[in-house]
């Protein structure tokens, strides 16, 4: 079966530091790959996804990730945090054109002053 | 703006009581779906509807049902509802050309 794991549940960085927030899937094929970002009582926003050709991908809000096909893997980066980007990411992955979507459980992310 | 509209935003019944959450876009998108959100779980897709009268299953779909009459609406019913379908849920729309889910802002469900 499909599934998306994100290891870590809580992150708390302080204002300025680096970020990366983990993400594996296990499926044969390569899925295409999603972060959204849910800040509390909204919706979901994407952050940016990555379908086909260059590993690294930038997105929103200065976040990037990057795509390792031998670790199935899809984390995102960001080299510097804001107290902004407190809120909950999800890792999603689609199995290509089948239209449905899978989540991981998601990372709430807390940023020190 | 892209707008994904989701009624009730809140909602407190008893279980038994049918009840239907509406969902409407303004961006005349055929895929639409449905998610719930639990804590520790993400989301899981209940279901989906690439177009007018063509809906399919997701992950979860027990106790759920959904029609697909006009392209703007998706709504979802719940028949007979249970407390273990006590739960946020998101209505989503995807953008064929970039791949991207729009979120409506959720609709708390609580089942006594």
């Known amino acids: 079966a499909q599934s998306v794991t994100q290891p870590d549940i809580h992150i708390t960085v302080s204002e300025g530091a680096s970020l990366e927030l983990r993400c594996n899937y296990s499926?044969?094929?390569?899925?295409?790959l999603f972060w959204y970002v849910q800040s509390p009582g909204q919706g979901l926003q994407l952050l940016l996804k990555y379908f086909s050709g260059d590993t690294l991908v930038q997105g929103i809000k200065g976040f990037e990730a990057e795509f390792k096909r031998s670790q199935s893997s899809f984390n995102l980066r960001k080299p510097s945090v804001h107290w902004s980007d407190a809120a909950e990411y999800f890792c999603?992955?689609?199995?290509?054109?089948?239209?449905?979507?899978?989540f991981g459980s998601g990372t709430k992310l807390n940023v020190k002053p | 703006e892209a707008q994904v509209t989701q009624n009730p935003r809140y909602l407190i019944t008893v279980t038994g009581k049918k009840l239907t959450v509406t969902c409407s876009q303004n961006?005349?998108?055929?895929?639409m779906s449905w998610y719930r959100q639990d804590p520790g779980l993400g989301l899981r897709q209940i279901y989906y509807s690439m177009n007018v009268e063509v809906t399919d299953k997701g992950d979860v779909p027990e106790g759920y049902k959904v029609s697909r009459k006009e392209k703007r609406n998706f709504p979802l019913i719940l028949e007979s509802p249970s407390p273990n379908q006590t739960s946020l849920y998101f209505c989503a729309v995807r953008d064929r050309n970039t791949g991207e889910l729009f979120f409506g802002e959720g609709s708390r469900l609580t089942v006594l």
């Open positions: 961006m005349n998108h055929e895929y």
């Open positions: 499926y044969g094929a390569t899925p295409y």
């Open positions: 999603a992955v689609e199995r290509n054109n089948f239209n449905k979507f899978y």
